[in-house]
């Protein structure tokens, strides 16, 4: 049994999606759901699917081993990142190499690093009048954004198109690719 551990900051639609993408898989699960935001909607979505969710703070992710000795018992073969906006720590990166994987909202190395997130992300792309945007799913190393790239999928940006369009079809690119890139790693 392949183990998928997700983190998430905000509203986890793509948790909830990789959640029911892998429900009553027999070789895939995603076994807990962990985020920096003890109020994100990705809990209460969690709670409905009856994923095991827990919360942390800064000092269980940075300054102890609390997050790490988490991972290190629920034993997981991929750490997915959904909309995890913290810096990943170099302990971890380092206790699983290759095995922490973020998604995007842009054709990295475009539109990437701190603080190049969600809206940030759509609203450069559409103040740049950029023609074409999409979802870059990359490894995650101790930059923001720079991992090697494992995946990207386009999306055309009209001039009409405003910030909230673009993420939109964002979404959709993140909902139909996401789960599928995590499958195939898996089965790699």
Not at 20 to 28: A, G, I, Q
Not at 111 to 128: I, L, P
Not at 167 to 173: C, D, G, M, N, S
């Given at each position: 049994?392949?183990?998928?551990?997700?983190?998430?900051?905000?509203?986890?639609?793509?948790?909830?999606?990789?959640?029911?993408?892998?429900?009553n898989r027999e070789n895939v699960?995603?076994?807990?759901?962990?985020?920096?935001?003890?109020?994100?909607?990705?809990?209460?979505?969690?709670?409905?699917?009856?994923?095991?969710?827990?919360?942390?703070?800064?000092?269980?992710?940075?300054?102890?081993?609390?997050?790490?000795?988490?991972?290190?018992?629920?034993?997981?073969?991929?750490?997915?990142?959904?909309?995890?906006?913290?810096?990943?720590?170099?302990?971890?990166?380092?206790?699983?190499?290759?095995?922490?994987?973020?998604?995007?909202?842009?054709?990295?190395?475009?539109?990437?690093?701190?603080?190049?997130?969600?809206?940030?992300?759509?609203?450069?792309?559409?103040?740049?009048?950029?023609?074409?945007?999409?979802?870059?799913?990359?490894?995650?190393?101790?930059?923001?954004?720079?991992?090697?790239?494992?995946?990207?999928?386009?999306?055309?940006?009209?001039?009409l198109d405003t910030a909230e369009?673009?993420?939109?079809?964002?979404?959709?690119?993140?909902?139909?690719?996401?789960?599928?890139?995590?499958?195939?790693?898996?089965?790699?």
């Amino acid at each position: 049994m392949k183990r998928i551990v997700i983190f998430a900051s905000g509203s986890g639609t793509n948790a909830e999606n990789l959640i029911k993408f892998f429900h009553n898989r027999e070789n895939v699960s995603v076994i807990q759901v962990l985020t920096n935001n003890p109020h994100a909607k990705v809990i209460e979505r969690c709670n409905k699917l009856k994923t095991s969710c827990l919360s942390f703070n800064r000092t269980a992710f940075y300054k102890t081993s609390h997050v790490l000795d988490i991972l290190k018992n629920t034993n997981p073969d991929l750490i997915v990142l959904a909309g995890f906006l913290w810096k990943f720590p170099e302990n971890i990166l380092n206790a699983f190499p290759n095995k922490v994987i973020n998604v995007h909202p842009a054709l990295l190395p475009k539109y990437g690093g701190k603080g190049m997130y969600g809206m940030h992300v759509h609203n450069a792309v559409v103040g740049n009048k950029e023609t074409e945007t999409g979802i870059t799913i990359h490894y995650v190393n101790e930059h923001y954004d720079e991992g090697a790239i494992i995946f990207q999928a386009k999306c055309d940006v009209l001039t009409l198109d405003t910030a909230e369009d673009v993420a939109a079809k964002i979404h959709e690119l993140e909902m139909e690719h996401f789960p599928e890139v995590v499958e195939k790693l898996l089965n790699s």
